[in-house]
């Protein structure tokens, strides 16, 4: 039956209720305490790349039509490592939080991706901060009624740490992702909007991936780059493949990547310079913690050297912005080694393929989102939210900033979140 349209749901949420909620911090766990060594699959936050190489906007926020520019910000786990069903809006016009619908399952390492009907799709992640209960589980999120409700069919497989990306036929392609027993799959599924239901693409992925990157190029077809492939996170993959929806078959692409990496970031540019290309920055390749960068060229199907970054970086978050009628990536926060959450940001620069210091963030933060944002006053500025300030779950934050690219400066914004999470997602609506 139809959802029937109903009064706003949505609660304006108090700077005190909000600190109370991140206080919440009592319980450390040990599989936190050190990086790669007894940690699951839930140790960084999955990127969504759902955009054509004639888009701007950062991955994870395709743009069908006009976008009213709130953000909804889902899932995650809490302060003691719960996961959190309460999802929540963020207004630019006033920079408050309100909460809005409770999802049907609490789930966190996720992804979310906005449907061309613009209902938004949330799949698989985990109930738990170990990995070890990943979920077959989507649900749809209405606007109108801010209501979450379950996809007629369930997934193929459970994932967590998978990817989705929104093709031009309006279905979504889910690839990889790790099991119940933390081994990352080789599988991959579509979803169809039309139905509500979920099918084995004809094609498994030529290597079994999670926390890898998932791009939509220019020519429809979907760049799948990177990983870890075992339980151990000991192998990690410098192989790149490309999804033809037309066959639902993946090719290897040759020559390999420039580095291994998982937990990087990945953003394609619309414009410029390297108009097509995708930049793929960071993560942990075979040895720790990164600083290199490289780019993939779809007109040659080559990944080449790019710049180094200022500072070795996983688990962080990036959006791409303009400056100067430029296209540069924001990348902000993340782990620049086995135990350190930096603050630091850095913006690389499409026209140099070089990197430089920005501002630093208001909190030290990983597992955190970057969401470009669209509308009047504040269209361009990025919003930063929740994560961790430090490695353990009672780090785990409430408070969410903006960054301005014109001033290079970061400011918290006028009140913090409902919740604090981190491994959530965040997406502008329609």
Known sequence: MPEAPKTSMRMPVSRLQALAVASIAAVMFAWLATLGTGCGPGLGAVRITATASSSTTPSGTPTPGKLSGDVLIAGGLDAVGSPV????????????????????????????????????????????????????????????????????????????????????????????????????????????????????????????????????????????????????????????????????????????????????????????????????????????VTTTTELYDPSGNTFNTSGIMTISRMQFASAIVQLSGINEVLLCGGMTNASTVTQTAELFNSASSTSAQTGNMTDSRRFHTATLLTSAAVAGEVLVTGGQDAVGVPNTVSSAELYDPTAGTFAPTTAPMANARYGQTAIVLP
Do not use: C, W
């Not at 992804?111 to 613009?118: A, D, F, H, I, M």
């Open 85 to 288: 069903g309460q999802a929540e809006i963020y207004d630019p016009t006033t920079g408050m939080f309100s909460t809005t619908g409770t999802m049907k399952t609490a789930r966190a390492f996720h992804t979310v991706t906005e449907l061309p009907s613009g209902t938004i799709l949330l799949t698989g992640g985990q109930t738990n901060p170990n990995g070890n209960t990943p979920l077959n589980t989507a649900e749809l999120y209405n606007e109108s009624t801010e209501v979450f409700k379950l996809t007629t069919g369930k997934m193929v497989a459970a994932r967590t740490l998978q990817t989705a990306t929104l093709l031009q036929s309006g279905q979504v392609l889910i690839t990889g992702g790790a099991d119940a027993s933390g081994n990352p799959l080789n599988t991959a599924e579509l979803y169809n909007p039309s139905t509500q239901t979920f099918t084995a693409t004809k094609g498994n992925m030529n290597f079994p991936r999670a926390a890898h990157t998932a791009t939509l190029l220019g020519s429809g077809q979907v760049l799948i780059a990177g990983g870890y492939s075992n339980s151990s996170q000991s192998t990690v993959q410098n192989t790149g493949e490309l999804y033809d929806p037309t066959t639902q078959t993946f090719t290897t692409i040759t020559p390999l990547m420039r580095d291994n990496r998982y937990f990087d970031q990945a953003q394609i540019f619309g414009s410029g310079t390297l108009n097509g290309q995708v930049l793929l920055a960071g993560g942990h390749d075979t040895t720790g």
